[in-house]
């Protein structure tokens, strides 16, 4: 007779927050983007004792993109990136849940800039915009679909929340 097999479910949920430059929230969604087969072989590689790729797991940048094709758990890429934001803040302090935040500046990218897609790219090769020098670069772990013209009267927080919980 087998034994149950443990299983866990990673949960990714992603809050969008647009704000005036009064600070007036004029809108907030809540998406769940879809993670990539890259996160999961890197959970895979850890749980595994395969510590070689681990920094390759560090979350590192939100990349915004023009493309509206839906994400697939294959996507390597974004798939028209055209800028990308640093880490801002995260949060390690709950049980099993990792939040990370990214802020646009009412100044960034240029005024008008469409999105279409969102992505999260983690690792030690995930490098800063730098005119379009670190476009594509790093382990794309997650990425979601979202519309939305930004503008230079208007800043964009994106909070992604990472849980993992065992799956019942």
Known sequence: MLRQLAKTKPISNVRITVRDLDGNITEQVVLKNTITNLLFNLYRDALAGDWGNILDAKIKHIAIGTDNTLPAVTDTTLGVEVYRVPLTDEDVTVTAQYTTVFYLAPDEPAAGAAIKELGWFAG?????????????????IARVLWTHTKTTVESIQFERIDKIEEKV
């Open 124 to 140: 030690t090769g995930s490098l800063d915009w730098g005119g379009g020098a670190g476009a594509d670069t790093g382990t794309l």
